[in-house]
């Protein structure tokens, strides 16, 4: 990736004491947390922390059972409490009848409960190209996975909110930096995506929405593009 403005006046490339999630201040006790995408990379990332941070229930969404499964059990291994609930559903994020009979399915395990901590971290990487020339197909793909799959979300999740639920949305600096040659239907999609959650704090003062940009990361959805995240340039 070229080089770029950059505004933040210190990088980390590990956890740091300000975000460690056994600090008091970021306790997610009683919590009733779901992450998209919770499978893999970012996503599991997140829903690990949320389990540190003292949360009662992780669900977490993806196509890929035997992640999900090898994920669960990781999640339930760091968690603070023994007696967390760890749940997930295989579900294409794309299909909304699917997502809505995931939503309802977990909030059963989950006993009725409200959600309070919802995370859209599942994502795409289309092909890479340039704008003349490229692939329709590739396009509407991309806008599927990238679009609709967080607003399939959104319209299945929403009314199972807690009134000041938490919302974060895995965005990335690509929606609004310098463009980079050839990803630019990544970046588009998360411009769209990014803007979505931004009307949906508007329409929902009563919700916190942040949306997150985690950094580069290199993860298996990006690898193909020689992607090298920050803590694996000392070694190059």
């Not at 190209?129 to 967080?150: H, K, M, Q, T, W």
């Not at 040659?181 to 769209?192: D, E, F, R, T």
Request: aromatic share 8%.
């Amino acid at each position: 990736m070229p080089d770029y403005v950059s505004f933040t006046k210190t990088w980390h490339n590990k956890p740091y004491a300000a975000i460690d999630p056994a600090r008091p201040e970021l306790s997610a006790a009683g919590a009733f947390v779901v992450v998209t995408g919770g499978g893999t990379c970012i996503g599991k990332a997140i829903a690990i922390a949320f389990a540190q941070a003292g949360a009662k229930t992780v669900a977490i969404l993806g196509r890929r059972v035997e992640k999900l499964k090898e994920t669960a059990s990781e999640i339930t291994s760091k968690a603070k409490n023994t007696d967390i609930q760890v749940l997930f559903e295989i579900v294409d994020l794309s299909k909304r009848a699917d997502v809505d009979a995931a939503a309802v399915a977990l909030v059963k395990k989950a006993s009725g409960a409200k959600i309070n901590i919802f995370v859209n971290s599942a994502g795409v990487m289309p092909e890479v190209g340039s704008v003349e020339g490229y692939d329709e197909a590739a396009l509407r793909n991309g806008f599927e996975l990238g679009v609709i799959a967080p607003f399939n979300s959104i319209q299945s999740f929403a009314p199972l909110l807690a009134a000041d639920a938490h919302v974060y949305n895995v965005s990335s600096g690509l929606a609004h930096i310098k463009p980079v040659p050839g990803i630019w239907v990544y970046s588009a999609l998360k411009a769209a995506t990014t803007k979505m959650f931004d009307y949906l704090q508007e329409e929902h003062p009563e919700w916190h929405v942040v949306q997150i940009q985690p950094g580069v990361i290199s993860t298996g959805f990006n690898s193909h593009l020689g992607v090298v995240s920050e803590d694996e340039r000392k070694y190059i």
